[in-house]
């Protein structure tokens, strides 16, 4: 029996569980789509039993499909391919890989943290905020809009208010990695509102915090850590200034606990990087949700075996 594990090579954190199963030994099948097809090979068939069967083989080892009981899935990178295939070949290819291997990866019937299929669902903010407040969640007043006259109001009936970026931060000019971060309001952006309508915008009442918590979801198992803030910048949005932070762990309210795994279950998550603001009344307001967040960070802070409790839901699998 063995626990397939799906991610960039280059992933650190995936090292750490990969070592933690081995450890323990449990046989691991590491890949990343990107060593296909020149250094992963991919062969199955359906027969009269409703599963595949066959292999896996990366010129290293091989994995027969129907051994497989766990799957650790953290982004891969791309399909890689020849240099003498044309741009049109290769988005062909990428389409027979993505819906070939891909559906063959996605159609295991076994234990996922998580599911990829789940994960991509997860992503979108607007989902996440109305299933939150539905698991009994805090959840900010939030207002998504193109509409500059639909911010100013909302700023009047909720301000202070904060800007922040519906999907990913972070984006890419030329060589240039800029990230936006969330921004406090000022009256004087509300005067000139230019470029609103030009995408969907995120604005959400600012909350005045005693802290935020990062919380780590791994199972049914929950692990909380304190971020304190120490720079104005960081006060903000802690992303921005990592080295004014410090971390301590926390105690997780019930009623947030309850929250939380509610939330898990709607969306048949099992691993998910949760944020919250804890206001100076310690109310826990949610923010967030990372089906596939960052945890190596926050466990080399805080002491918290995250790679073990990965390792731990995986391995139950093949027992």
């Known amino acids: ?53 066959g292999t896996l083989t990366n010129g290293h080892r091989s994995l027969q499909w129907e051994d497989v009981t766990a799957v650790y899935y953290r982004t891969p990178r791309a399909f890689v391919w020849p240099e003498a295939m044309t741009e049109p070949e290769r988005r062909f290819a990428a389409a027979q890989a993505r819906y070939g291997l891909g559906g063959l990866i996605t159609s295991l019937d076994c234990h996922w943290v998580s599911h990829p299929a789940a994960m991509s669902a997860a992503e979108y903010k607007p989902r996440q905020l109305t299933v939150a407040a539905r698991s009994g969640l805090r959840v900010p007043p939030t207002l998504l809009t193109t509409r500059p006259d639909e911010v100013r109001q909302f700023a009047r009936e909720h301000g202070p208010v904060v800007a922040k970026p519906v999907a990913s931060p972070m984006l890419w000019e030329g060589d240039d990695l800029k990230v936006t971060y969330t921004k406090l309001i000022q009256p004087s952006d509300l005067a000139d509102l230019t470029g609103i309508d030009s995408t969907v915008h995120l604005f959400q009442q600012w909350v005045l915090k005693r802290h935020e918590v990062r919380l780590t979801v791994v199972g049914r198992r929950l692990f909380a850590a304190e971020i304190h803030a120490h720079s104005d910048a960081a006060y903000i949005d802690w992303r921005s200034d990592y080295p004014s932070l410090s971390y301590t762990t926390a105690t997780v309210p019930d009623p947030v606990a309850q929250g939380v795994r509610r939330y898990m279950d709607t969306m048949e998550l099992t691993y998910g990087a949760f944020d919250f603001i804890v206001d100076l009344h310690d109310r826990w307001w949610f923010l967030e949700c990372n089906p596939c967040g960052q945890w190596d960070w926050i466990a080399a802070a805080t002491g918290q075996p995250i790679a073990d409790a990965i390792a731990d839901e995986l391995q139950g699998a093949t027992r």
């Open 1 to 53: 029996m063995a626990v397939l594990v799906i991610a960039d090579q280059g992933d650190w954190p995936t090292d750490r569980v990969v070592k933690t199963l081995t450890d323990r030994g449990v046989e691991v099948f590491r890949l990343d789509t990107a060593e296909f097809p020149t250094a992963l090979t991919v062969g199955a068939r359906l027969d009269q039993a409703p599963t595949w069967t």
